[in-house]
């Protein structure tokens, strides 16, 4: 895990049993890197303008940092997560959801339609480390990475950022396999690669609600009124 000035808390025992070792990860890691191609965009969902490619954040999502890190408030990395295609980057960011009391139904979150898609163009290629088909397979993470409960992957993430850190810039992130939407690719990008990344980032911005992923949402037969 990465070395700081600060003495960081070690995952609590039932989630330090599912992680492999760290030689393991990065050996894996290593071995499975794919480069994004420049001029090829991503795709990232935020819910205001500020968070499209933020320098802090609050809520730590998927692969962390846990709340256990925190120091002073403060997490000492993060990701920010982006997809393919503008379909799976709603889907990740929460714009649409499922209601588990009406099955087979989905819902546009109330504010959804103020928030920004965001396209994020890079003038070079990305380097990132595939966490996804065989190397999932071969770390016995394939279970875990598609898990709503966050806490084993967020650990899992402090251990992907150690082995981001040690590239010194040369990883930007991560690729990994769409929890929301099965069959499609998501990414995170690690907040170590914000400062070179900003300066090859051309980014443009447009509401949810003007896209055609909420107008192909809100005529979908499946779609209900958020839940009371």
């Not at 120091?71 to 709603?90: I, K, L, Q, R, S």
């Not at 899992?156 to 690729?175: T, Y």
Request: hydrophobic content about 45%; charged content about 15%.
């Amino acid at each position: 895990m990465p070395a700081t000035a600060i003495d960081l808390p070690s995952p609590p025992p039932h989630v330090a049993a599912r992680l492999p070792s760290a030689m393991l990860l990065r050996q894996a890691l290593l071995a499975s890197i794919r480069m994004f191609p420049a001029g090829q965009p991503l795709v990232r969902a935020a819910w205001h303008a500020a968070a499209v490619f933020p320098q802090r954040v609050d809520v730590t999502y998927r692969f962390g940092p846990p709340a256990a890190w925190r120091v002073d408030g403060a997490a000492p990395f993060h990701w920010n997560y982006a997809a393919a295609d503008e379909m799976t980057a709603v889907w990740e960011a929460g714009l649409c959801r499922n209601d588990v009391t009406d099955p087979g139904t989905f819902y546009v979150a109330p504010g959804a339609e103020a928030a920004i898609i965001a396209r994020l163009l890079c003038a070079t290629p990305l380097a990132l480390f595939d966490l996804s088909g065989i190397t999932l397979s071969k770390l016995g993470l394939s279970d875990d990475i598609s898990s709503p409960d966050h806490e084993g992957t967020q650990w899992l993430g402090c251990m992907l950022d150690a082995v981001v850190a040690e590239q010194d810039g040369r990883i930007a992130g991560i690729i990994y396999p769409s929890r929301k939407q099965r069959g499609h690719t998501a990414y995170a990008l690690s907040s170590r690669s914000s400062g070179t990344l900003a300066a090859a980032l051309t980014v443009t911005q447009q509401r949810f609600g003007g896209s055609d992923a909420c107008a192909t949402m809100m005529a979908d037969p499946c779609r209900r009124p958020p839940p009371r």
